[in-house]
Structure formats: structure tokens, C-alpha cells
């Protein structure tokens, strides 16, 4: 699997856009960019994902570049309870090993009231 | 929808002492993970079923742990004997299938402290 840099730590005023980047340059054609996050104490959750193109959920939005070395999951009006950490994953065929998800260090996200 | 249920939550016990962590998937899932989490080496694959198949237990530190899954719903990871570093946090998750585009969904967490 490729991969991945993120910004160690962010910090976010609440009711603001929460944008997240992420850098995977080695990114092959048929691996998928996921995005998770961590609250502390609890498990980890999923956001959202995307193979090429630019996708949205009730959640957030995931951007990632046309050549596909980088991506940025925007949290559009962050809140208190977005503050986590944040993991960007990138995730091959079964072969490559899919199944497994490597988690990396993430970024500490920290919205500020 | 229920999600991803573990059992117990917490878990203190002695060295030496028998631990067996609980797991029910999602109904319908067809495939089971187990992932360890320490602040040492951070979230780690243990080993995952499918169709209650163990598939891959190359996660697995060592021979004092064991996983089953003996039908769809349920899962046990027991260590035996149990010792001060098997301390972690223990996730379960699950998913339709393996393939790349098929979402895994975590649980809670069982916190294991061994004394």
C-alpha cells in the first residue's frame, strides 16, 4: 500500500471549514484514498472514501487531486465533536493486501471554541 | 442499526490469568477483524475471517493468542497466558467483504489492563 503523509497536528475555529490534507505520491491506479477518525476512547470511525473522483456524504468531502498524489477531506462547519484524530489510508487491491487497513499517526485535529 | 458490539469494555486482569475478548460483526457482514492498538506501535492488524474463515493470522504476536469465529455473528480473540504487555486496546471490526472498496466498520473497543 502507498504510502501516506499528514500534518501531525491542526487546529480549526468551530463553525469554520476543517480542511485536512493528505499526501500519497506513490498512489497506484487502482488504489482507493480512505479517510477514518478517532475520538478519543472510542473506536475508529469512517468518514469516507474515493478512488478518483471528488466525493460528499452527510459528513464530509473528500477533494483529491487529478493526478491523485494528494487529497483534502473538508469538514465543512466544524463542531466541538470533530475534534480527533484524523487518518488518511490508502488501500490496495486484495493482492496488495486490502484487508488491512495501516493506520499511520494521523492528525490531531483541534476545534477551538 | 446495531453497529459493531465488543465485550467487555474494560478488562483488568493478572499475569497469567485467561483473557477472551467477544466481537459480534454487523449482521450480514461477511468478514471479521481484529486490530490491537498500543501507543507504542499504533493500530494493528491481528488477524481477519471471512465467511468465519480465519484467512490471515500473520498479525498475531504469538502463540498464546488465538481467534475463532464459530458462525456469522460471533468471534472470540482469548490470550492464555496473559502478560503485562498484551495491555492494549483491542478493536473488532467487520465489513460485506475484503475487497478494497468494501468499508470496514469498527467497535467500540475492549480496554485490556494486565497487572
Known amino acids: 500500500d502507498a504510502k501516506t503523509t499528514q500534518p501531525p497536528s491542526m487546529d480549526c475555529a468551530e463553525g469554520r471549514a476543517a480542511n485536512l490534507p493528505c499526501n500519497h505520491s506513490t498512489i497506484s491506479g487502482n488504489e482507493y484514498v480512505y479517510w477514518y477518525r478517532q475520538i478519543h476512547s472510542q473506536g475508529p470511525q469512517y468518514i469516507i472514501h474515493g478512488l478518483k473522483n471528488n466525493e460528499t456524504n452527510e459528513m464530509a468531502s473528500l477533494i483529491i487531486t487529478e493526478d491523485r498524489k494528494s487529497s483534502t477531506l473538508i469538514l465543512p462547519h466544524a463542531t466541538l465533536r470533530d475534534t480527533a484524530v484524523y487518518y488518511c489510508?490508502?488501500?490496495?487491491?486484495?493482492?496488495?493486501?486490502?484487508?488491512?487497513?495501516?493506520f499511520g499517526q494521523g492528525t490531531r485535529l483541534t476545534i477551538n471554541p | 442499526d446495531a453497529g459493531v458490539i465488543q465485550s467487555p469494555r474494560h478488562e483488568v486482569t493478572e499475569m497469567g490469568q485467561e483473557v477472551t475478548l467477544r466481537c459480534k460483526p454487523i449482521?450480514?457482514?461477511?468478514?471479521l477483524f481484529w486490530y490491537r492498538q498500543t501507543m507504542m506501535r499504533g493500530l494493528e492488524l491481528l488477524i481477519y475471517f471471512n465467511n468465519n474463515v480465519p484467512i490471515d493470522d500473520s498479525g498475531m504476536p504469538e502463540d498464546r493468542f488465538s481467534a475463532k469465529m464459530p458462525n456469522a455473528s460471533f468471534s472470540t480473540l482469548k490470550i492464555q497466558p496473559s502478560e503485562p504487555r498484551d495491555s492494549a486496546v483491542y478493536f473488532c471490526?467487520?465489513?460485506?467483504?475484503?475487497?478494497?472498496?468494501?468499508?470496514?466498520?469498527f467497535g467500540p473497543g475492549t480496554r485490556l489492563l494486565v497487572l
Open positions: 449482521s450480514g457482514h461477511n468478514s
Open positions: 489510508i490508502v488501500r490496495g487491491s486484495i493482492i496488495q493486501g486490502a484487508q488491512k487497513l495501516v
Open positions: 471490526a467487520s465489513s460485506l467483504g475484503v475487497a478494497e472498496a468494501e468499508t470496514q466498520y
